[in-house]
């Protein structure tokens, strides 16, 4: 607790209420305003982070999260892709 913060007990009530100088709201002020800052720029570098990734990285990272789902590691043929493209060529095959 600062020096600039200081306790008082509410009058009748015996409840324990805090009571902030006009320091410690200027101190809060500043804080929030630094935050919102950083928030900005971390979204900033995500923004970045995320157009730089090639997509070989990207199916890397999605791999990743979507195997923290299943006790399993994801088989190797699933890195190669989803499967689609094998599906349609079924499909078409089966409309000849």
């Known amino acids: 607790m600062r020096p ?3 306790w008082s007990r509410g ?7 805090w009571v902030m100088s006009s ?3 200027t101190d809060l002020e500043r ?6 800052l950083a928030e ?11 157009q730089s990734l090639t997509d070989e990285q990207a199916r890397e990272m999605s791999s990743r ?7 399993a590691a994801v088989p190797a043929w ?11 060529r079924y499909f ?3 409309r000849t």
């Open 40 to 50: 900005e720029g971390l979204l900033e570098q995500k923004r970045q982070e995320l």
């Open 23 to 25: 320091t410690a709201s």
């Open 65 to 71: 999260l979507l195997s923290l789902a299943c006790a």
């Open 4 to 6: 600039t913060d200081r």
């Open 78 to 88: 699933r890195q190669q892709g989803s499967g689609l493209v094998e599906q349609q």
């Open 92 to 94: 078409r095959h089966a």
């Open 31 to 36: 804080w929030r305003r630094q935050w919102q």
């Open 11 to 17: 009058v009748g009530s015996g409840i324990l209420m």
